[in-house]
């Protein structure tokens, strides 16, 4: 029987540093968010609005764009977005967020 197969995310949480993930056989991850630049830049708010894809097989950050596979986690992958992405995606937050402040 392929236990790994079976194991599914129970719940996460975030923290400055790291993203803890609970799995439903009793393991606790701790990933450091420098593994995943979105996560990292992101607010806790961001961070915090997470959903379960698959029933568990992954995690996804619909304000963050961002998905993280349970497999991925389990054999210590970081992110594979290259500099140049994450350096278009901050741009393009910093103008939503500076066309925000000018509509308010």
Known sequence: ?????KTKVDHIIT???????????GRVLFVPLDWYPRLKHGTPAERNHWELIGEGEGI???????????NGLLAGRRSAESKQSIKRWLSQRAQLKQQSVLAN
């Open 1 to 5: 029987m392929d236990t790994l197969a």
């Open 15 to 25: 923290t400055e540093t790291n993203l803890i993930v609970s799995l439903d056989d």
């Open 60 to 70: 996804h950050w619909p304000d963050l764009d961002e998905d993280i596979s349970l």
